[in-house]
């Protein structure tokens, strides 16, 4: 018996409507993660976008060591000041539960 294609579909759908509270939590962090890793990397774009504008005059083929040092430093701030809002959030979180 042939199914149409919009058919066969559907076992999958309702494979995940039946999904027990375990399995919903298991996929609820795994989508957290993935917004979290997304987010990460939407930052360091932003970060380097903001460094690439400060640092960089002239672009050219390669970039000098001051150049390159100034976006190291640049990048590597802009992630300590980052890890430590992250932080005094997470400190805040803590308290407000307790």
Not at 11 to 30: I, K, N, T
Not at 53 to 64: Q, R
Request: hydrophobic content about 35%; aromatic content about 12%.
């Amino acid at each position: 018996e042939r199914k149409h294609f919009c058919c066969s579909k559907a076992p999958s759908f309702w494979y995940f409507a039946e999904l027990g509270e375990a399995d919903e939590a298991q996929l609820q962090h795994l989508v957290a993660a993935e917004q979290q890793k997304a987010q990460f990397t939407a930052q360091v774009h932003h970060f380097m976008e903001l460094c690439w504008d400060k640092c960089v005059e002239k672009p050219g083929n390669h970039l000098d060591s001051c150049t390159e040092n100034c976006l190291s430093s640049c990048v590597d701030h802009f992630i300590d000041t980052t890890l430590a809002i992250t932080s005094w959030f997470a400190q805040i979180v803590q308290k407000g539960g307790q």
